[in-house]
């Protein structure tokens, strides 16, 4: 979401990093961020083609990531 803010309110990103990268940018496995992926579409929060990412439901994702955080 820090990322859609800096880009002025854009909902489609092009991740320029593998999942491999994400994965050892935030200390988890390549498979932790691919089921985390899939889990947020599954929720009908992201869209994932490849790279490219398009957020559907930004609230959506902010309460995930505040009940996260929160516990």
């Given at each position: 979401?820090?990322?859609v803010?800096?880009?002025g309110g854009r909902?489609?990103?092009c991740l320029l990093m593998s999942r491999a990268e994400i994965g050892d940018h935030l200390g988890l496995t390549s498979e932790t961020v691919t089921r985390?992926?899939?889990l947020l579409q599954n929720e009908k929060l992201l869209r994932v083609n490849g790279k490219d990412v398009t957020i559907l439901d930004s609230n959506g994702l902010l309460l995930?990531?505040?009940a996260i955080?929160?516990?």
């Open positions: 979401m820090d990322l803010h800096r880009l909902r489609e990103i985390t992926f899939t995930n990531a505040q955080f929160s516990t």
